[in-house]
């Protein structure tokens, strides 16, 4: 139940994230004893780099709180989706935290919005959606693999979040969206890998005042026929985005100091003799990393404009 609410204790049932450094993070759902092969109830024991860790140990630990493991020590984190979904369990490919925020903004997404997400995979987006419609919206998401509901259905009630969402089994190319969402839907969002098939379908969920349709798709060609479908389906301002994330790296280095009377450094530079009198200094400075983490998809976003009234038709 840790995702909805604020906690100060962990508690049986609760999921925490185990913190080991930054690029090393487990979700360990708090549940004190298992059963083992032969049907035994035994402790429940996670095994670490930096050794083991007795899950029962957690409850009544304060979030936030530093823990010992048998070779070293973690810190227990309270999960955020950003959280979920570095350590999620991937059951398919998931959409991350750089990607998840542009597709937030791009939507205008907000607390009370109604919203469609297709499909569900491994829930990544879903959790980040959960966080931004809460606490008066809702989201209702499809995917048409029954297992993957079924995993996804139970991680919502563990986690809490099930009020705010609706899971359905289904295949929204063929079958839509259904009469329970018709005209109801402020945005959709569509990670499919033909979704020009849903946009009839997510046309009519959507509100007649108009709404936001978002695809993600990795390849051009499929953003091609998703942007021409869009257009014949008489949506507007379509715009296709790549996000990418650059990271930087903070340094010491050692640096020439800078005359900012720039003559004089120029010419100082000129005269080799006085080359080895140039100063230098040990600066707080970036650089770049070498390699940029790599494409991940292009995000589609177009605007249903809102029906005219019938008076004004003619006009
Ligand atoms: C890449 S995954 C979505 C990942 C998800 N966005 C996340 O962040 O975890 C694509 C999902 O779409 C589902 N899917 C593909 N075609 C579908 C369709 N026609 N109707 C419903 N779900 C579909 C697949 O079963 C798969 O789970």
Redesign the pocket.
Known sequence: MSFNKVKELIEEGDVIILYLGPSNMHSIEVTSKIKNKNDIEIDNVFQTIYGALKIETLIGQKYGSKVELSKGWGYVLQPTPELWTITLPH?????YTPDISLIIHLMDIKPGSKII??????????HSLIRAIRPYGHLYT????EQ?VNIVRSEFKSHGLEEFVTVSY?????NGFGDEVTGKIDSIFL????PW??IQHAKKAMKISGGKLCS?SPCIEQVQRTCKTLSEEGFVELQTYECLQRELNVVYRNLPLLDLECLKYQRAQEDSNQEKQRQETNLLTVTHNHSVPGHTGFITIATLPPKRMSKFENL
């Open positions: 059951r398919t490919q998931i959409i997400e297709t499909g569900t995979g491994s829930g990544s987006l879903s499809f995917d048409f693999h993957r289904r295949d929204s190319c063929v990670d499919l890998p033909h098939l849903a993600f």
